[in-house]
């Protein structure tokens, strides 16, 4: 699915079967439908019908059932989302009405506008998708590519949330779907799941950057056939391996050129621009950085300052602007990317933002007391690392153990904090490894 777009109207899908489209619109529906199984499903009901008959009344008798059961789904949607989140899944396990469809399109279609202002809901809703798609009788037409875009999508969050092996389950359970025979299924949903792969392998619990780029390679001659935005979004990301594994200057290259292609005011471009700031802080260009990153806010500004986009904006303008030795606007930046990062159930990077706010915060004041927050952090960290079975948190919880019994013996250094946020900045973007304490704490 498309990140964000809404499913073609029932009105326009048979204005398409009947050959009533223009040209323009005509292959904007196909390139909607080549990224999106469920309508992929839905433009081949209403061409078939189309194919068998000129009579528009029937067809449109058709189509109109389609959209009263739409109608249908989104009320029912609408009652659920009145409830209390803790009690949806109950509700949509025990109630029939649920089982449908239409239903589970539309827990989709809201889960795919979710994924970058509440994260936390639309995995819930995919949670849900899944669990119903279970339920759907096996003669419903629906159910294959229901089954593959509600464990694709629910597989984006799982690895959203670091959840890598779950991630890849649901990526293979998706794959179970192409074998249905079902032919909304084909080569563009092969090479989504390729897609999906590579994001795991580039992740670095589970770093395999050949691997990653292999399936890239078999992925994007496929989306530059079909679907222009997956295709830009798979260099994008062949571009993050590349800046993962230290080759900044050619992930620069990549970014460069996709920024150069990308809609000036586009979301695409937003995170692109942020990416190039985040390359040149490394490098310490931070006048370059800082253009990028001021870019970078100003559309994501305006796409909403409470998504995770913004969040991510801020945690550079963070960097670029320590870089700078402005380290009160600095804190400002971390202070505000944790809070949203916290609120958006992302742990991992709250923590790691945080520390950032402790290292700028002794660049203020070498003296401060931040034994306290340590503590908190370390706290923190602990509970995630019982909550998350893989590596990343143990070795992060690791990591802030050592800060808070260091604060407890002795005055934390900003070269001490800088080691362990080094560390996990480390084990963020390549190969997990094993915490190893640069100075023992002295024993109390």
Not at 198 to 227: K, T
Not at 273 to 286: D, E, F, K, P
Not at 362 to 377: G, M, P, Q
Request: charged letters at 25%; glycine letters at 4%.
């Amino acid at each position: 699915m498309t990140r964000g777009a809404r499913c073609i109207s029932g009105k326009r899908l048979a204005a398409f079967a009947l050959g009533q489209l223009s040209t323009r619109n005509r292959a904007r529906v196909l390139s909607h439908a080549a990224s999106c199984s469920t309508c992929a499903a839905r433009l081949e009901l209403v061409t078939d019908l189309g194919a068998s008959t000129d009579d528009a009344t029937r067809l449109q008798r058709v189509l109109d059932e389609i959209d009263r059961r739409n109608r249908e789904a989104s009320v029912l949607v609408k009652e659920l989302f009145l409830e209390p989140s803790h009690r949806w899944p109950s509700i949509v396990s025990g109630d029939e009405r649920y089982w449908d469809a239409a239903v589970i399109k539309r827990l989709l279609e809201q889960a795919d506008l979710d994924y970058d202002t509440n994260p936390l809901r639309g995995l819930l809703l995919t949670d849900m998708a899944a669990d119903a798609c279970e339920r759907l009788r096996i003669q419903d037409r629906d159910v294959p590519s229901l089954r593959y875009t509600a464990y694709k999508e629910r597989s984006t969050y799982q690895r959203r949330f670091g959840r890598f092996t779950n991630a890849l389950s649901d990526i293979d359970a998706a794959e179970s779907a192409l074998h249905s025979g079902d032919p909304s299924l084909g080569s563009v949903q092969r090479a989504t799941l390729h897609y999906a792969r590579a994001l795991v392998y580039a992740e670095p619990d589970f770093w395999q950057p050949e691997r990653a780029i292999q399936l890239l390679d078999e992925a994007e001659p496929v989306f530059l056939a079909a679907s222009p935005e997956r295709a830009r979004a798979a260099v994008f990301l062949r571009g993050a391996v590349y800046e993962r594994s230290g080759n900044v200057y050619a992930a620069l290259r990549i970014w460069h050129a996709l920024a150069e292609s990308a809609e000036s005011e586009s979301g695409d471009y937003a995170d692109v621009a942020r990416s190039i700031a985040a390359c040149y802080a490394v490098l310490g260009q931070v006048q370059q950085a800082g253009q990028w990153c001021d870019e970078a806010l100003r559309l994501n500004a305006q796409r909403g300052m409470t998504s995770v986009s913004y969040s991510k904006a801020l945690l550079v303008q963070g960097h670029v602007l320590s870089a700078m030795e402005r380290y009160l606007d600095a804190l400002g930046a971390y202070t505000q990317s944790e809070q949203m990062f916290s609120a958006f159930g992302m742990e991992d990077t709250a923590l790691r933002v945080a520390l950032a706010g402790i290292r700028v915060r002794l660049l203020i004041d070498s003296a401060a007391d931040v034994r306290a927050r340590l503590v908190e952090l370390a706290n923190r960290s602990a509970a995630l690392d019982v909550k998350e079975k893989h590596r990343r948190p143990h070795v992060t919880a690791e990591a802030f153990d050592y800060l808070r019994r260091y604060s407890e013996s002795q005055p934390v250094t900003v070269d001490v904090v800088v080691f362990v946020e080094r560390f996990l900045d480390d084990i963020t973007s390549r190969a997990v490894y094993r915490f190893v304490a640069p100075i023992p704490p002295r024993v109390m």
